[in-house]
């Protein structure tokens, strides 16, 4: 696997992205809060709202805090190396 380091543009535009995501988060969570306020049931609307703003704060929360370190290479550990497993769960 190539080595992969981060320039500084992509290393402040990861973030740049995260407060982007969290700072988009004011007028769905606006919005939400008035259909909220509008009905005492949940609808559709609101569900997808909601998760729209769950998953807008997640990834602008790891975004910003963790930046392009999410795509450091990982080293596995030898064992797991070459392991496969059929679809019924056992060991081929």
Known sequence: ??????????RIGVRLIGIALLLGL???S????????QS???T???A???ATCFISASLGA????CGPNLWKPVSVA???HGHAVDGRGHSR
Not at 30 to 37: A, F, G, I, K, Q
């Open 1 to 10: 696997m190539a080595s992969w380091h981060p320039s500084l543009t992509a």
């Open 26 to 28: 004011r007028p769905e």
């Open 30 to 37: 606006v919005r939400l809060h008035r259909l909220v306020e």
């Open 40 to 42: 005492t049931t949940i």
């Open 44 to 46: 559709p609307a609101q």
């Open 48 to 50: 997808l709202l909601a």
């Open 62 to 65: 790891m975004l910003l805090v």
């Open 78 to 80: 030898r064992r797991w």
